[in-house]
């Protein structure tokens, strides 16, 4: 689900010319407009503006294009989404920001498209300040795709010009901008068949699926997992993985992404709009959830294997 107040925020600072209608995609590209149904209008607009400002560098992907980002990112500072202060109702605004510090192990990467989670929300809200305490001003963002422009002295997995996709680690978010600096270790060479703006939307929920069934909870063949709200950016991950894994999967949705759902793999599907999933599912190995202290409670009284 979209952040609304940050995405109109984004929005309204012309920093966001796209916006896709599932995947929270937010598109940092001037040839891509997005499909949001309730601003598109609001998004055509942005995107002119942006154009007649020339924000947002294009990307050729030639020798030039590269050593023009490069020169671009030597000289100023840059533009970025930024918070000033911690707010539920306050969207932030675009402004300069200076160019971010490349050390010896991190990779610079020229941010062609980056992705909003709940996460950046609960970031902006302070919900999280006390484990995670960045000073302000803020420049949230935690999913990126881009084109490597520049690399430390230490790395030695990519080079200028690779097509890359990342999760920063905590302290190095920031992919509401033009620019970012990574640890080698957080970027992947983005897979081609893959566009930026899909590249984007996967890192962190990818990685939340991945670290819940595969590193915490050893997920095999033939186990029972129930992940609830299936149809979510880690319910469709995880419900493909665990299937990839040979598990059983049980999903929680609504009616209108039963199919979705099913289609990602899902051997029981419950429509929470019409059953309450604990007197119909129990005894499974693993349980996923994001839903919040009831949903677990009740998951866990009807899974005693859990």
């Known amino acids: 689900m979209h952040d609304r107040p940050l995405l109109a925020g984004l929005v309204d600072q012309g920093a966001v010319v796209g916006a896709g209608d599932d995947t929270g995609v937010i598109v940092l590209d001037d040839q891509h407009v997005g499909t949001l149904r309730e601003d598109r209008a609001q998004l055509a607009r942005a995107a002119r503006r942006m154009r007649g400002a020339g924000r947002i560098l294009r990307a050729r992907g030639d020798q030039e294009c590269l050593a023009g980002r490069q020169r671009a990112f030597q ?6 989404f930024v918070i000033d202060r911690y707010s539920k109702k306050g969207g932030g605004r675009l402004r300069d920001m200076p160019s971010p510090e490349l050390r010896d192990t991190d990779v610079l990467v020229e941010i062609h498209a980056a992705g909003i989670n709940l996460l950046d ?9 006390l ?9 949230l963002g935690h999913d990126v795709a881009g084109v490597v422009v520049r690399v430390g002295s230490k790395v030695r997995q990519f080079k200028p010009g690779d097509e890359v996709y990342a999760r920063p680690r905590d302290g190095q978010i920031g992919a509401f901008a033009e620019f970012i600096a990574m640890n080698e270790a957080d970027v992947a060479l983005k897979p081609k068949t893959l566009t930026m703006e899909e590249a984007a939307s996967i890192p962190l929920v990818g990685l939340t699926a991945w670290q819940a069934l595969i590193e915490k909870a050893n997920l095999r063949k033939g186990q029972k997992v129930l992940v609830h709200a299936g149809s979510g950016g880690v319910g469709t991950f995880a419900i ?3 299937r990839h894994l040979g598990a059983m999967v049980a999903t929680t949705t ?13 051997d029981v599907v419950v429509d929470y709009k019409k059953q309450a999933f604990e007197t119909v599912l129990r005894d499974y190995d693993v349980v996923l959830n994001s839903l919040g202290k009831d949903t677990l409670e009740k998951s866990l009284f009807g899974n005693q294997n859990s």
């Open 75 to 80: 000289f100023g500072g840059k533009k970025a």
């Open 121 to 129: 929300s609960k970031v902006r809200t302070g919900e999280f300040k």
């Open 131 to 139: 484990i995670l305490p960045y000073g302000l001003p803020l420049i």
């Open 240 to 242: 493909q993985l665990a």
């Open 254 to 266: 609504s009616t209108a992404n039963v199919e979705l759902v099913k289609g990602l793999g899902a």
